[in-house]
T-cell receptor
Framework: KNQVEQSPQSLIILEGKNCTLQ??????????LRWYKQDTGRGPVSLTI?????NTKSNGRYTATLDADTKQSSLHITASQLSDSASYIC??????????????FGPGTSLSVIP | NAGVTQTPKFRVLKTGQSMTLLCAQDMNHEYMYWYRQDPGMGLRLIHYSVGEGTTAKGEVPDGYNVSRLKKQNFLLGLESAAPSQTSVYFC???????????FGPGTRLLVL
């Protein structure tokens, strides 16, 4: 069964600290992996996208890694800011040779950055 | 450029009532999607459309219908609302089926 799991479920960190969020997936065949940020009361917004051949991708203070062999990804946030408080969703796409990717969303990690 | 917009933002229904959620995008995207998001679960695809006049079932289509009469609009209908349909509904659009999806702000629906 295609699944995406994320850990931890929630996380509280002090402003300025770094943190790492984890994503494990069993999706096959694999097409790409995205990390989305979802602010409270808003829709998700894409942060990064990685294909099979990419093992790291950065977007400002956000760095995503991908290990396609172990089917694991991580999102590292550097020097956290209060505005980083949000839910971070790992999304894995499966190329089923159709006109679109089958997209499987993880449950998200809720991050709270406190002063 | 408003991106993806959804109306209404919040709605309360009684069991058995019907309603339509409207999604509009101004990015000329071909693909549009309706998802629901429940606590502790990932977004789940209800229906999607690969172009004007087309619709297809997603992961959880029962109890919902959709229409895509115009390229920029994607409507989600609930014919007879049930408490199990209490959720936050998100619309999204993308240029192609493999491209990044852009999400609307969501519609909170409470069915009593």
């Amino acid at each position: 069964k295609n699944q995406v799991e994320q850990s931890p479920q929630s996380l509280i960190i002090l402003e300025g600290k770094n943190c790492t969020l984890q994503c494990n997936y069993t999706v096959s065949p694999f097409s790409n992996l995205r990390w989305y940020k979802q602010d409270t009361g808003r829709g998700p917004v894409s942060l990064t996208i990685m294909t099979f051949s990419e093992n790291t991708k950065s977007n400002g203070r956000y760095t995503a890694t991908l290990d396609a062999d172990t089917k694991q990804s991580s999102l590292h946030i550097t020097a956290s800011q209060l505005s980083d408080s949000a839910s971070y969703i790992c999304v894995v796409s499966s190329n089923l040779k159709t006109s679109y990717d089958k997209v499987i969303f993880g449950p998200g990690t809720s991050l709270s950055v406190i002063p | 450029n408003a991106g993806v917009t959804q109306t209404p933002k919040f709605r309360v229904l009684k069991t058995g009532q019907s309603m339509t959620l409207l999604c509009a995008q101004d990015m000329n995207h071909e693909y549009m999607y309706w998802y629901r998001q429940d606590p502790g679960m990932g977004l789940r695809l209800i229906h999607y459309s690969v172009g004007e006049g087309t619709t297809a079932k997603g992961e959880v289509p029962d109890g919902y219908n959709v229409s895509r009469l115009k390229k920029q609009n994607f409507l989600l209908g609930l014919e007879s609302a049930a408490p199990s349909q209490t959720s936050v509904y998100f619309c999204a659009s993308s240029y192609g089926g493999f491209e990044t999806q852009y999400f609307g702000p969501g519609t909170r629906l409470l069915v009593l």
